[in-house]
């Protein structure tokens, strides 16, 4: 597509709930990241995808916290047993290859707004 | 740790006065660094970036951000500013090692007043 995707735009549910969070990239981007932005806060780095596989998962915070890309496109990431602190942006970026050169400038969406009661 | 600061958390202007929002990071070696702008509703979209070469950096609606790396800061700059540039500002570094991933500073909000 045009951009990368991201669904729903928001999402409200109680804690303790289960809670997926789409992302779509950019048509022909290998790169996948998510990042979870608080209230107040820039960005934080959550997991990172180069094709299908997690390349870096060192920011998921506990293993409540899940994410896959099955066919190397689409990103589900999936939050179990959600508790208050989790509400927060999830932003979903890609880009066209590997590492951070100038051809591999991330590209975000525009985020998932969770809010858990 | 490493971190990224921004100093400035809200910054109030009038249109046409001059912009600098501070932008400090604590790596040590080769960063890559970047703008980020969100404007009102919309996405993080890309304002400029630093890689290599000439310290000063242009980028997009008359921005501007000058490495030095002495005093490891990445500033932006702006001449003259408009209203439409009212928006948050984020500074980004990529961290030695971690070259799939950004550090993000809390961010700066900007307001400027027709």
């Known amino acids: 597509g045009a951009g990368v995707s991201q669904t729903p735009s928001n999402k409200v549910t109680e804690k303790g709930k289960y809670v997926e969070l789409r992302c779509d990239p950019i048509s022909g981007h290998t790169a996948l990241y998510w990042y979870r932005q608080s209230l107040g806060q820039g960005p934080e780095f959550l997991i990172y995808?180069?094709?299908?596989?997690?390349?870096?998962d060192s920011g998921l915070p506990n293993d409540r916290f899940f994410a896959v890309r099955p066919e190397g496109s689409v990103s589900t990431l999936k939050i179990q047993r959600t508790e208050r602190g989790d509400s927060a942006v999830y932003l979903c970026?890609?880009?066209?290859?590997?590492?951070?050169?100038?051809?591999?400038?991330?590209?975000f969406g525009a985020g998932s707004r969770l809010t858990v009661l | 740790a490493q971190s990224v600061s921004q100093h400035n958390h809200h910054v109030i202007l009038s249109e046409a006065a001059s912009l600098e929002l501070g932008c400090n990071y604590s790596y040590g070696g080769t960063v890559n660094l970047f703008w980020y702008v969100q404007y009102p509703g919309q996405h993080l979209q890309l304002l400029l970036k630093?890689?290599?070469?000439?310290?000063l950096v242009k980028g997009i609606k008359g921005f501007e951000a000058e490495f030095i790396k002495s005093k490891f800061s990445f500033n932006l700059r702006k001449p003259s500013v408009q209203w439409s540039d009212t928006a948050e500002y984020f500074c980004?570094?990529?961290?030695?090692?971690?070259?799939?991933?950004?550090?993000f500073g809390s961010g700066t909000q900007l307001t400027v007043l027709p």
């Open positions: 995808f180069q094709g299908t596989g997690a390349a870096d």
């Open positions: 980004a570094v990529n961290a030695p090692g971690s070259a799939r991933q950004l550090t």
């Open positions: 630093y890689f290599s070469g000439d310290p």
């Open positions: 970026a890609s880009s066209l290859g590997v590492g951070l050169s100038g051809a591999n400038v991330l590209t």
